[in-house]
């Protein structure tokens, strides 16, 4: 399912962080939001999973305007995994997981056998089957963002938002959770901010600055050397990767546009 950022707007304390954004994502395309902090990705995430209301502009599921619906149902079409995501209480890993069909259950109704079995694949996706009994509190940074994953796609959404989803990952593990998104079903909006990785996961990347989208295309099309310098300050030298042909940033530490 298509989703569509129509002329959004959000100010805070006077302050326009986002001025203007129009973007879609086509269905089952990956999308990746990136720019330096402070330039209104996460803002624009949380007014794509209504966890902050826009001054200004539309967000559409297909034809639906995602605020005019009501909550459950915007939970039932778009899953978040955000940056402040925690899990204070020691549920088990399960228990977690298993949150994800909330939206989807009425009062405490029990878990089905398809349900429970939903669970099991995502955990068994995600690298987690084993962790399943664990309370979510013993557990690393890194396994614990896993464990996030696999309840929001246990939700079914139609569209998933993931603002850095890698916080915390160890390589091997950045690698496995970003190629789950190619394929996963669902449409997906994700800010990432290391660009190298951005350009092997997504179909697209938008840029921001400043609050405003200033670039949008291909990773090949959008990084270039110029607007890396332009938009995140730094020089770098980018060049084809020599398996896949995705553009790659290589940084230099000792000089500065």
Known sequence: MELRIEG?????????????????????????????????KSTALRCVYRALRQDRGTVRVGADDIGRLPM?????????????GAVD????????????????QRGNQALGERERALCARA???LG?????????????????QRVLLARALVQEPEILVLDEPTNHLDVRHQVEVLSHLRGAGP???????????????????????????????????VLTEELVAEVFGVRATVVPHPLTGDPQLLYSLHHTP
Do not use: K
């Not at 100010?11 to 902090?37: A, C, K, T, W, Y």
């Not at 209480?89 to 989807?104: I, Q, S, W």
């Open 72 to 84: 459950r149902r915007s939970a039932q079409l778009v899953a978040a995994m955000t940056q402040d």
């Open 123 to 125: 955990m068994e996706r």
């Open 8 to 40: 959004l707007g959000v100010d805070i304390d006077g302050r326009s962080l986002v001025h203007d954004l129009s973007l879609d994502v086509r269905g089952g395309e990956v999308v990746g939001l990136v720019g330096p902090n402070g330039s209104g």
């Open 89 to 104: 209480l020691d549920f088990t890993v399960e228990e977690v997981v298993a949150l994800g069909r909330a939206p989807h």
């Open 187 to 221: 449409t997906v909006l994700v800010v990432l901010h290391d660009l190298n990785l951005a350009a092997a996961a997504c179909d697209r990347l938008c840029v921001l600055s400043q609050g405003r989208l200033v670039a949008s295309g291909t990773p090949s099309e």
């Open 128 to 144: 987690i089957h084993h962790l399943a009994g664990r309370g979510v509190l013993t557990l690393s940074g890194g396994e614990r």
